[in-house]
């Protein structure tokens, strides 16, 4: 497997415009998690899914950020409109469903100018 | 929430030495993962370890899961072992990690 694979890399916007984060976890993981790391809070669970169903969005820092999950093959993390203090690397990971290792994609690192 | 506590927070040996990282835990846990992130940003697992010890290669891990600590030790450190090693715990009742503020390592040559 190629492991998580996560797009973009890098993305630079402008404050306002909607962004959007795209995730393709490991085949056959029922669980994927979305992570912001900053450097003031390091890093931090924002949302995860259980067999394409959000199950706890409590990190979720405002409605600007909305997360889907249509499939078992992909996620979207979405944030709109985009504001500076966006500005941060997100991570998605995955993992099966025995509770084993979180596997992490390459991660996408977002400057909202 | 479950409190993750790494030390040192920094760290910085000669090419050669050996480390010891400690990681301790607010509660009981039934995964902890040891990752090592490198200067291009990525997070590699290095243990799946929620008691016991396992060992790869010049890195082992220990965790002492009823005294809720684990330890990383490198041995012979190279210049690639330099990085942000975290600690991630995931308590019962939950299935989310919850990580520690992590310790830099630098090893110079």
């Known amino acids: 497997d190629a492991g998580v694979i996560q797009s973009p890399r890098h993305e630079v916007t402008e404050m306002g415009q909607e962004v959007t984060l795209r995730c393709k976890p490991i085949?056959?993981?029922?669980?994927l998690f979305w992570y912001r790391q900053t450097m003031m809070r390091g890093l931090e669970l924002l949302i995860y899914?259980?067999?394409?169903?959000?199950?706890?969005d409590s990190g979720m820092p405002e409605d600007r950020f909305s997360a889907k999950m249509p499939n078992a093959s992909f996620s979207t993390l979405k944030i709109q409109p985009s504001e500076p203090r966006d500005s941060a690397v997100y991570f998605c990971?995955?993992?099966?469903?025995?509770?084993?290792?979180?596997?992490f994609g390459a991660g996408t690192r977002l400057s909202v100018l | 929430g479950i409190q993750v506590e790494q030390s040192p927070p920094d760290l910085i040996l000669q090419e050669g030495a050996n480390s010891t990282l400690r990681c301790n835990f607010s509660?009981?846990?039934?995964?902890l993962q040891w990752f090592h992130q490198n200067p291009w940003g990525q997070l590699i697992n290095l243990f799946y370890i929620p008691s016991g010890t396992k060992q790869n290669g010049r890195l082992s891990a220990t965790t002492v899961a009823t005294e809720r600590y684990s330890l990383l030790y490198i041995s012979s450190s190279q210049t690639t072992d330099s990085g942000v090693y975290f600690c991630a715990v995931e308590d019962f009742g939950n299935e989310k990690l919850t990580f520690g503020t992590g310790t830099r390592l630098t090893i110079i040559p």
């Open positions: 085949s056959g993981h029922d669980y």
């Open positions: 990971a995955s993992r099966g469903a025995d509770r084993g290792i979180q596997y």
């Open positions: 509660d009981s846990v039934n995964n």
């Open positions: 899914f259980n067999n394409n169903v959000p199950i706890d």
